[in-house]
T-cell receptor, first 113, second 111 residues
Framework: DSGVTQTPKHLITATGQRVTLRCSPR?????VYWYQQSLDQGLQFLIQ???????AKGNILERFSAQQFPDLHSELNLSSLELGDSALYFC????????????FGPGTRLTVT | DAKTTQPNSMESNEEEPVHLPCNHS???????IHWYRQLPSQGPEYVIH???SNVNNRMASLAIAEDRKSSTLILHRATLRDAAVYYC????????????FGKGTRLSVIA
């Protein structure tokens, strides 16, 4: 158990819908990262927050957005969902802004039908 | 672009040592080497990281070549639970450089 929690574990929704994925980092960790893992693209970095501020951005679509709240939990919002957004979404956390040691949650499996 | 090269797959016998190689020939002086692994149906798991010197922890050892163009993750006694995809990643020591995962090496452990 990494100490990172993600909810929900599974999510099934239809195209065009909007969903919110939630992540609670390890106690004391200020940095949160979001990744997408699909069969054809592998594990892709989406976005990083550190202590509430966006710190780095990867291949995140404009239909996706994220935020980190004062209690340090983070939410990833996915809108206008397409079939291709079906994937595993992982959240990771680290103590420092530098990703030397990241601890990953169990992931949320999103299926868009 | 993960900028590291790993074999697609490797096989090991249980209770034997495993040496997982990684090539990072274009590494620069401030780049760290990280290893993560992903067990089936789980999120990636931090294994070890290093800069120049060899590193040991409870999970594994990391041997970094003197010219830093390659490194080897060493599992001292493979168990069935070590069957996973192992990712070798290089990153710059800056807050704005996220980890870039490649395809990794799929390790199979045979009982």
């Amino acid at each position: 158990d990494s100490g990172v929690t993600q909810t929900p574990k599974h999510l099934i929704t239809a195209t065009g819908q909007r969903v919110t994925l939630r992540c609670s980092p390890r106690s004391g960790d200020l940095s949160v990262y979001w990744y997408q893992q699909s069969l054809d693209q592998g594990l892709q970095f989406l976005i990083q927050y550190y202590n509430g501020e966006e710190r780095a951005k990867g291949n995140i679509l404009e239909r996706f957005s994220a935020q980190q709240f004062p209690d340090l939990h983070s939410e990833l919002n996915l809108s206008s969902l397409e079939l291709g957004d079906s994937a595993l979404y992982f959240c990771a956390s680290s103590t420092l802004p530098d990703p030397l040691e990241q601890y990953f949650g169990p992931g949320t499996r999103l299926t868009v039908t | 672009d993960a900028k590291t090269t790993q074999p697609n797959s490797m096989e090991s016998n249980e209770e034997e040592p495993v040496h997982l190689p990684c090539n990072h020939s274009t590494i620069s002086g401030t780049d760290y080497i990280h290893w993560y692994r992903q067990l089936p149906s789980q999120g990636p798991e931090y294994v070890i990281h290093g800069l120049t010197s060899n590193v040991n922890n409870r999970m594994a050892s990391l041997a970094i070549a003197e010219d830093r163009k390659s490194s080897t993750l060493i599992l001292h006694r493979a168990t069935l639970r070590d069957a996973a995809v192992y990712y070798c990643i290089r990153s710059r020591n800056s807050g704005n450089t996220p980890l870039v995962f490649g395809k990794g090496t799929r390790l199979s452990v045979i009982a």
